[in-house]
């Protein structure tokens, strides 16, 4: 019945970077805190896939420890894999004799304020990369970040790379530190919520950027955002994560206009939206997400959930398909689920 | 419609140094009719949060007025006009992490204010702000607890009702909701929805997410690098925007809506907002403008009305 990733993909053909089973978790004085319990996802090139859930959720945690940036100890990745063109990542920093970071995976923070070197100019910090993972001189790499400045679309580039990271501005900044990511020509970029610090035009300016970039390159991008309207502007796929869990995934098209999980539907359900035909009055999910020291044995969601059943509070459920690429962890969807709620989408044969 | 409060070529620069001025609110002139919600927006720089402030008297205002129920509030307020005007105006802020003290309990909060102004016994502050955090969604016993102990949602219900308390008429919500997650910022704007209408209260609402401001808001406001560029009824200035930078804006706006964006056109702006320090002659659009004419970088357009719209731009297109 559950949808292994492998079954996903198109014809067979090896994914991009293909994540299964990840768990990980943290040490701390209250406990240990399960933040990622089980997380499968895939990525194929030049597609986006977008994380999206609330603060907590697990999203950020996700990738960070599929990039090897999760502080060991206190963390710890008690299962899973995470396979780039079937290769293992997690827990290595070389595969066929390439540094994973920075070459074959590259990464943007939210802050770009927080995540340059004060230092150094932007020039040099663009060019690093370049001496690191390609054994570029200096000069050559210098050369090369001033074109990687142009290609993120900075203005007077050759001047702006002998610059500090304190006379730029936000927007610029984030352009420079996409500039950086993309140095070396990653097979995947990671965004981690990469326009939320940013004002609204400068956001539509850094969204169609990563567009025209993909369209150039060819990478796939993994954006982690909270943010539903950045995830229908760029996003192919999205995966819904609640409480270290993926709820939903699927084309950003189901997710938003097939959603079939009531965590989906509440998270639209919370935002206004301008659509005339779709206006509604804002329900608020009630309640918090629950504690990830004593994660609880069935659905993260039913404690929130207007339709909970009792099911829900003992078993976690497993992922039920609604398509080829469209799955949702949720129980109403068995077979033998005593109701259909109306405004989740369930596919024919269920109904 | 009665006015409750309105302000006139409200100023503020703030001196920087070097004999540098920042010119953080220019000349905004806006009328706010009781009962009304009105939101204002803009990107970060554009003097909204130091408009509300200013206007508050938070403050000292540079020039113009601020008129509260036909009377004119003082240019600096003194000790005893803070004392008057707290009962009667009062914020709510962004960010529920550092606008409580660490050191105080939930109860000590909420209540300082009926100890400051009404001089009330301990008791009689007790039960209220029992009541008070228990209308917005807290438990009475919560008050003896400290604000870390809270989530950010719950800690903006604090600040919520800190400020509702003293019964206030007018309330400037400075991005109430900015730093909660999406399933909490409806709590809390269906909470201050609630508590508008059971007390009537006035609302001057300031954020940068739009759709959020149209649902909200009666009218909206828009404000550019210190002026107010666009005035008129929320969802008409959203829908039909006249101001090109009202335009950029609700065109920047991600809806979360993938057949919306796909045919959104790829419109995005080039530029930043200037700094505030060496603000343009002319337009303060007009380097970012897309339809920007000579006039524009020359003479500073003034926030006229539309004769057909219940609007009122400040461009010279119109």
């Known amino acids: 019945m559950s949808l292994s990733p492998a079954q996903q993909s198109d014809n067979g053909a090896q994914p991009l970077l293909q994540v299964s089973g990840l768990e990980v978790e943290f040490t701390t004085y209250g406990g240990i805190v399960h933040a990622v319990r089980g997380v499968d996802f895939e990525v194929n090139s030049g597609q986006t896939l977008a994380i999206v859930g609330e603060s907590g959720c697990g999203k950020s945690v996700t990738v960070q420890s599929m990039m090897g940036l999760i502080p060991m100890p206190p963390g710890r990745i008690v299962a899973g894999s995470a396979r780039l063109r079937g290769e293992e990542i997690l827990g290595r920093n070389i595969i066929n004799g390439k540094d994973i970071r920075g070459n ?116 796939a991008i993994i954006l982690i955002t909270h943010d539903l309207g950045v995830v229908a502007r760029l996003a192919d796929n999205v995966a819904v994560m609640y409480a270290g869990k993926i709820v939903e995934h699927g084309s950003v098209d189901d997710v938003f206009y097939r959603s079939s999980h009531p965590y989906t539907l509440g998270l639209r359900d919370a935002m206004p939206t301008n659509d005339p035909e779709r206006q509604h009055r804002l329900e608020p999910i009630e309640g918090s997400p629950p504690d990830l020291f004593s994660p609880p044995a069935g659905c993260g969601y039913a404690p929130r959930c207007p339709y909970a059943m009792r099911i829900c509070q003992q078993f976690y459920p497993e992922k039920f398909p609604q398509s080829d690429s469209h799955y949702s962890g949720c129980w109403l969807h068995h077979p033998q689920a005593p109701q259909h709620p109306e405004r989740l989408y369930f596919k024919a044969e269920n109904q | 419609m009665t006015e409750l409060l309105a302000t006139k070529q409200l100023t503020k620069h703030f001196k920087i140094a070097r004999g540098q001025v920042v010119h953080a609110v220019d000349q905004v002139s806006l009328s706010i009719a009781e009962k009304e919600i009105v939101g204002l927006v803009g990107e970060s720089g554009s003097g909204k949060s130091t408009y509300g402030k200013t206007l508050l008297g938070l403050h000292q205002k540079t020039a113009g007025t601020v008129t509260y129920r036909g009377e004119v509030l003082p240019q600096k307020y003194q000790p005893a006009d803070f004392q008057r005007m707290a009962t009667r105006m009062q914020m709510i802020f962004q960010d529920p992490y550092s606008s409580l003290n660490p050191r105080m309990t939930v109860g000590e909060i909420i209540g300082e204010g009926l100890k400051l102004h009404y001089a009330q016994d301990a008791i009689s502050i007790r039960d209220q702000v029992a009541e008070w955090l228990e209308r917005v969604g807290l438990e009475a016993d919560h008050m003896s607890r400290y604000p870390h102990e809270f989530s950010g949602g719950q800690r903006q219900r604090i600040g919520i009702a800190r400020a509702m308390i003293l019964k206030p008429e007018f309330i400037v919500c400075d991005e109430p909701i900015s730093a909660l997650d999406v399933s ?103 380097n970012r403008c897309p339809k920007v004419m000579d006039v524009c970088r020359e003479i500073t357009p003034e926030l006229i009305p539309l004769a057909d719209l219940d609007r009122q731009v400040a461009c010279h297109l119109y």
């Open chain 1, 104 to 219: 074959e995976i590259g990464m943007i923070f939210q802050d770009p304020m927080t995540s340059l070197n004060p230092t150094m100019t932007i020039g040099a910090q663009i060019a690093e990369p370049l001496q690191v993972h390609r054994g570029y001189s200096y000069q050559q790499a210098f050369t090369h970040a001033i074109e990687l400045l142009e290609m993120t679309r900075i203005p007077e580039a050759t001047k702006r790379a002998r610059q500090y990271p304190f006379e730029f501005s936000g927007g610029m900044l984030q352009r420079a530190m996409i500039a950086m990511s993309i140095a070396c020509k990653p097979a995947i970029l990671v965004a981690d919520e990469p326009t939320t610090a940013l004002d609204v035009t400068i956001q539509a300016q850094i969204l169609d950027l990563l567009k025209d970039l993909q369209a150039e390159t060819g990478m």
């Open chain 2, 184 to 286: 909490v910022q409806a709590q809390v704007i269906n909470l201050l929805g609630e508590l508008k209408n059971s007390m009537g209260l006035t609302l001057l609402f300031i954020a940068h997410d739009l759709s959020m401001v149209r649902y909200v808001s009666d009218r909206m406001a828009v404000m550019y690098l210190g002026s107010l560029i666009e005035l008129g009824p929320a969802d008409e200035v959203y829908f039909r925007p006249r101001h090109p930078y009202t335009e950029v804006l609700v065109n920047s706006n991600p809806e979360a809506d993938p057949d919306i964006e796909r045919q959104r056109p790829s419109t995005s702006i080039q530029g930043e907002i200037p700094s505030p320090v060496n603000v343009p002659a002319g337009c303060r659009f007009a």
